[in-house]
């Protein structure tokens, strides 16, 4: 038995107590078809309450475990394991969630499935029959994260153009002082923008200026010689961050075309979609700019498409669903005992 399947059955037996664990797939990159032997393992499942638990109002929202250390960078040897329960998760898709979204089109991979008995067949029919609770105005949400993810990062100018003009005027004056060229280095600084001169008089004079005036240019260079290492290494890391970000949004919206065409999501992803995915994941020469215009341009084709579709359940409605849904699995009809959960 490996770590996962040990946390599993962990997280079973916390589950028994509450109710029944109906769904369990693989998520992610594994969902996807991307994933590669460095991805790490994301799990997602459903979890049913018993009837008497609900009747109770005993119910758990979620259950989760994790193996990854916090705010380190996940490892291909890590996993997340999160179980929603039921009501959370009708909730959630209904409200165009798109990991629930993910969640709920899952069934699409039969690769990715770990847990699909057919019990859970018989629920995810009656949820698909249902087509507003997840084909609704609520879909706008995909949008927006689609537009968040991009507009969460934007590609700034940095003060790179400053740091090498200092560095090449410094160069050519290493034998001296910085106190007997301060008059041709003011002269000089005039002619560039004054806040990019303040961020590098902040750095430069850290000692106090008349001090640092004091050392002999040399010096100085090996302070802008690592400021500048630092600088573009947090550049690269904002680069690979950006591109994570336009991999997901075009992921998203690869999605949304789908349950717009087709109704459903379906995985894992194949052709051309996984092809241009797989660039965008894996690739260090993609052209931003085009990409980002792309996806931006796209999204606001859909919108249009997503406003004219029906407005979403409402709360008796979904109670009828899951009222539904507890005489399928249970037999056991729950209507106005669920309101507290939706």
């Known amino acids: ?15 028994s107590y509450y109710g029944e664990l109906i769904f369990l797939t693989k998520f992610g990159s594994y969902l996807y078809g991307l994933s590669t032997l460095k991805s790490d393992i994301d799990i997602l499942g459903i979890y049913i309450s018993y009837p008497d638990k609900v009747l109770k109002g005993e119910i758990k929202r979620y259950f989760e ?14 996993f997340e394991i999160y179980i929603y329960n039921f009501f959370d998760f009708i909730k959630k ?9 993910n969640l709920f089109f899952s069934y699409t991979n039969q690769g990715a499935l770990i847990h699909y008995p057919k019990s859970y067949k018989n629920i995810l029919n009656i949820l698909l029959k249902e087509k507003r609770l997840y084909i609704n105005k609520n879909l706008i949400s995909y949008l927006d994260y689609i537009i968040y ?23 050519k004056y290493k034998d001296k002082k910085l106190k007997d060229i301060k008059d041709i280095l003011k002269l000089k ?19 106090g200026k008349y001090f640092l005036y004091t050392f ?12 500048k290492q630092e600088l573009e290494e947090k550049k690269q890391r904002k680069i690979e961050n950006l591109q994570k970000r336009i991999y997901h949004a075009k992921r998203a919206l690869y999605e949304l075309n789908m349950i717009l065409r087709y109704g459903k999501i379906i995985y894992p992803f194949k052709g051309k979609r996984l092809e241009k995915l797989k660039v965008l994941k894996e ?17 606001e084709k859909i919108k249009s498409k997503v406003k004219k579709l029906p407005e979403p359940l409402n709360i008796n409605e979904l109670l009828k669903l899951s009222d539904k849904v507890y005489k399928n699995y249970f037999n056991f009809p729950l209507l106005s005992y669920t309101k507290h959960f939706l």
Not at 93 to 101: E, H, M, R, T, V
Not at 149 to 168: A, Q, T
Not at 216 to 227: C, E
């Open 1 to 15: 038995m490996n770590i996962i399947d040990a946390s599993l059955k962990v997280l079973r037996k916390d589950i």
């Open 65 to 78: 475990f994790s193996s990854k250390e916090e705010q380190e960078k996940a490892k291909f040897w890590d």
């Open 93 to 101: 898709l209904n409200s165009g969630d798109i990991k629930a979204l």
């Open 149 to 171: 993810e991009l507009k969460r990062f934007g590609v700034r100018g940095s003060f790179e153009g400053s740091l090498n003009f200092l560095i090449s005027f410094l160069e």
């Open 189 to 207: 600084i005039k002619s560039y923008e004054e806040n990019k001169i303040k961020f590098l008089e902040d750095r430069l004079f850290f000692f």
């Open 216 to 227: 002999k240019n040399t010096y100085i260079l090996d302070i802008l010689a690592k400021l």
């Open 283 to 299: 690739s260090k020469n993609i052209n931003v700019k085009k990409e980002i215009s792309y996806i931006l341009k796209e999204a």
